[in-house]
Nanobody, 121 residues
Framework: QVQLVESGGGLVQAGGSLRLACAAS????????MGWYRQAPGKQRELVAG???????IYGDFVKGRFTIIGDLGKNTVDLQMNSLKPDDTAVYYC???????????????WGQGTQVTVSS
């Protein structure tokens, strides 16, 4: 099993920045990719960003250069730097990990508990 613990959520004004952090423990040898998803009330969970052990990254279309994923899978950590935040970014953000990859259309095997991000207008 893999345990994922997130930190760094909170309340921020529109246009501001937040950095989320995630650390993995447990069967970390099983991880080849880590990433972040989010889920807003009444909406489906969606990919924010992912990174593989080889350094390949993927971002959700809505990111548009505002967010950066910073991964050190050798240390089993992944951060999400979020800039130019908008009220539409308000959601619970989940750290995720997978033995193979992070994609837009599949759900990873391992999940954190989530951290709330609220962007006020």
């Amino acid at each position: 099993q893999v345990q994922l613990v997130e930190s760094g959520g909170g309340l921020v004004q529109a246009g501001g920045s937040l950095r989320l952090a995630c650390a993995a423990s447990g069967s970390i040898f099983a991880i080849n990719a880590m990433g972040w998803y989010r889920q807003a009330p009444g909406k489906q969970r969606e990919l924010v960003a992912g990174i593989t052990n080889g350094g390949s990254t993927i971002y959700g279309d809505f990111v548009k250069g505002r967010f950066t994923i910073i991964g050190d899978l050798g240390k089993n950590t992944v951060d999400l730097q979020m800039n130019s935040l908008k009220p539409d970014d308000t959601a619970v953000y989940y750290c995720a990990a997978d033995p193979v990859r992070i994609t837009i259309s599949t759900m990873p095997d391992y999940w954190g508990q989530g951290t709330q991000v609220t962007v006020s207008s």
